[in-house]
C-alpha cells in the first residue's frame, strides 16, 4: 500500500512561487508514475506534471499550461515529490494532489496516466492564488 502526504500549499499573489511537497511510503520506486493532480473549482481534476522513474532513470512530462513555469522533482531521499511552482497565476488556483502508480512503463505515465488518473492518492493541498 502506497500513502502519500501532500505539505506546503497556501496562498500567493499572482507572479509569486509556490513549491509543494509529497512523502510518500511503501512504493517501489522502480517503473513508478509519480505526479501531481489539481483540481479548480467546478472542474474536473486535471494532471499537472508527471515524473517517471524506470530503468533509465527519470523522466518528465508536463501539461501545456504549466510548461515552463512549474517543475517536479524527486527529493533526497527518493521519498519526497516536489512541485516547485513559478509565475504563478489566478488560474492554478485548485487543490493539488500527488499521485503514485506502480509497474507502469514511460508510455503510461507519459499520457494516459493523465486521463486514466490510477494508482494511490494523497489528501490534497489548497493553493490560492489571487491577482
Known amino acids: 500500500q502506497v500513502h502519500l502526504v501532500e505539505s506546503g500549499g497556501g496562498t500567493v499573489q499572482a507572479g509569486g512561487s509556490l513549491t509543494v511537497s509529497c512523502g510518500l511510503s511503501?512504493?517501489?520506486?522502480?517503473?513508478?508514475?509519480m505526479g501531481w493532480f489539481r483540481r479548480a473549482p467546478g472542474k474536473e481534476r486535471e494532471g499537472v506534471a508527471a515524473?517517471?522513474?524506470?530503468?533509465?532513470?527519470?523522466?518528465?512530462y508536463y501539461a501545456d499550461s504549466v510548461k515552463g513555469r512549474f517543475t517536479i522533482s524527486q527529493g533526497s531521499p527518493k521519498i519526497t515529490l516536489n512541485l516547485q511552482m513559478n509565475n504563478l497565476k489566478p488560474e492554478d488556483t485548485a487543490v493539488y494532489s500527488c499521485?503514485?502508480?506502480?509497474?507502469?512503463?514511460?508510455?503510461?505515465?507519459?499520457?494516459?496516466?493523465?486521463?486514466?488518473?490510477?494508482?494511490?492518492w494523497g489528501q490534497g493541498t489548497q493553493v490560492t492564488v489571487t491577482p
Open positions: 499521485a503514485a502508480d506502480q509497474f507502469r512503463d514511460d508510455d503510461y505515465c507519459a499520457g494516459t496516466w493523465y486521463r486514466a488518473q490510477t494508482g494511490f
Open positions: 511503501g512504493a517501489t520506486y522502480n517503473s513508478i508514475c
Open positions: 515524473l517517471y522513474t524506470g530503468g533509465n532513470g527519470n523522466t518528465t
